[in-house]
């Protein structure tokens, strides 16, 4: 059950990707997506206390830039090419 909650997620996260917009989820995916990624969130986050304070567009960056992290391989990505995911991101969102 949890393997198919996770394989719904990648599916959205990769919407998001095709899509180049948030826009492309409904309310109900985008808090699924924060749902499904909450306890990945805790690891990942230097400070979760802060990542549960975001606003949720923030939140939903956040997880994808994860999940291209874990997709290119989360050891062996430079700050400067995650600077760049996170332009690439930036560029994506669109919550007006």
Partial sequence: MEQERRNEAELLIKKVLKEKSFLALT???KHFLIDVYNDEMKIASDDYENY????????????VILA?????????????????????????????
Avoid: A, C, R
């Fill in 68 to 96: 291209l992290k874990e997709y290119i391989g989360s050891w062996h990505v430079s700050t400067k090419e995650m600077e760049d995911i996170s332009k690439y991101i930036e560029s994506i969102s669109n919550f007006e």
């Fill in 27 to 29: 309310e109900n995916e």
């Fill in 52 to 63: 549960q304070k975001l606003p949720e567009s923030q939140k939903l960056v956040n997880i």
